[in-house]
């Protein structure tokens, strides 16, 4: 019998949860049908000898700026960057222009997104103290990936910093809320701190204590809503010290870029290219970083894809804004990682698939199995390669990893089945669906 399945991927090696597996994997309608050996013929065949198929990775932090902002990055140049890259599905954030902070805003992003994002997707919802008590309903229209919550100015002008807002915000609904921790007033204090013409003074005005005063703030003021938050980008040890003995409330996000970058080097090297918020701190902060990821406390890997176009980063200090791409480069830095013995293969597949699934509940993805949608990162381990711009596909033509020898690639990315990459190919269109969420769906 032909085509029996759509889809097969032969002679790879599988990580399914059962552990990594020489076996071959059916597809059909999007969805995974088969997992074994011989399985038969199919429309489509796609020999993976000598790769690793792993689960579709899941960027749940990226800003990819439409509206308003589409000189630096749209949905359409994000997501190619984001397959090109090996990531199969994106969160995308609300601190556009206008924001994206009322149901009809969020309905013109999806309709915007679908099939003309390379990337299945989803899109939060900005908290503001305007909003607070609309955010319940919000919170349930499909492909939304709930309520964001900036508690310190960052790009856009989305902010809520005041306990009696936030409580009013966290009052409004059920889902996991995703919360940017920092403390709007000690930066405000602090600003004379950001020395003009010294990027590396951006992590003295946004320091650690910043940082660590509204991690603790948020975590108090969900305790006392009995309401689950997921707070980004943590930059500290001590925040992450904190965090674990609040799990039962808080679950957390590091970023490649702090795991990967230290202060003591990038900003002599990079200068404002290094500028995000939180700040990229020293090695001391990274090593911190990585010695609780190994200890499991981190539940996500996040990109923070946050594009400034080359002029606006050239800017002078702090006048330049904060922000670095970093969706194309989260699986290809990662994986040098795991070359180089910092990071097991398995706790990068939980971080980046199965993690992403439990803390935000989503339908049929973050795992090869069967009934799941057919989202696949199919990588090479040991390829040795240099990052270079003409390989970058975001809008802002830049990257802080730019040069960076490293070792592993996503050969391949499959969306629901689909190739929509092949050996930094693109498919010929884009495939991209709105992302199916349990509390949306069965709710």
Wanted: with cysteine; proline share 5%.
């Amino acid at each position: 019998m032909s085509d029996i399945f759509d889809l097969i991927l032969k002679n790879g090696t599988v990580h399914s949860p059962g552990g990594a597996e020489a076996v071959d994997v059916g597809v059909r309608g999007g969805r995974i049908v088969a997992i074994g050996t011989s399985l038969g013929d199919a429309g489509e065949v796609i020999d993976c000898t000598g790769l690793d198929i792993l689960p579709g990775c899941i960027d749940s932090q990226v800003h990819f700026r439409e509206p308003g902002l589409e000189h630096k990055e749209d949905l359409e140049s994000g997501s190619r960057a984001a397959v090109m890259g090996g990531i199969t599905a994106v969160f995308e954030m609300p601190n556009t222009n206008p924001n994206t902070d009322t149901a009809d805003r969020v309905h013109d992003k999806l309709a915007r997104a679908h099939h003309r994002m390379w990337c299945d997707h989803a899109f939060y919802v900005g908290a503001t103290a305007d909003n607070a008590e609309q955010l319940r309903e919000l919170e349930r229209i499909p492909g939304t990936a709930g309520v964001k919550i900036f508690m310190g100015a960052s790009t856009g002008s989305l902010l809520v910093d005041d306990d009696g807002a936030l409580s009013r915000v966290l009052a409004s609904g059920t889902r996991r809320v995703a919360i940017h921790a920092e403390d709007e007033a000690r930066m405000n204090a602090r600003k004379p701190y950001a020395l003009e013409g010294d990027p590396s003074s951006h992590p003295v005005w946004r320091d650690d204590e910043s940082a660590m005063i509204a991690t603790k703030r948020i975590i108090a003021l969900a305790r006392a809503a009995r309401r689950r938050i997921h707070i980004l980008h943590i930059t500290t040890p001590a925040e992450l010290d904190y965090i674990a003995r609040n799990k039962d409330i808080a679950t957390c996000e590091v970023t490649p870029q702090h795991l990967t970058l230290a202060g003591e080097d990038a900003y002599p090297r990079l200068g404002t290219y290094a500028q995000m918020n939180p700040p990229i701190r020293s090695g001391a902060h990274r090593d911190g970083l990585w010695r609780f990821l190994n200890q499991g406390v981190p539940d996500v890997l996040g990109s923070d894809h946050a594009p400034h176009t080359i002029e606006e980063k050239a800017k002078t200090y702090p006048a330049s804004p904060s922000g670095m791409p970093g969706v194309q480069t989260l699986v290809p830095l990662l994986l040098n990682h795991v070359a180089e013995g910092r990071l097991s293969l398995r706790r990068f597949i939980e971080l980046t698939s199965s993690g992403p699934q439990r803390v935000f509940g989503l339908v049929g993805k973050g795992r090869i199995a069967l009934g799941y949608d057919a989202d696949f990162t199919i990588v090479d381990l040991k390829k040795r390669w240099t990052v270079g711009r003409d390989w970058l596909a975001s809008r802002c033509d830049w990257s802080p990893f730019d040069g960076m020898d490293l070792t592993g690639k996503a050969v391949g990315t499959i969306v629901r089945g689909h190739r929509v990459m092949w050996e930094d190919t693109l498919a010929d269109a884009a495939v991209g669906e709105a992302i199916r969420f349990e509390a949306t769906e069965f709710s």
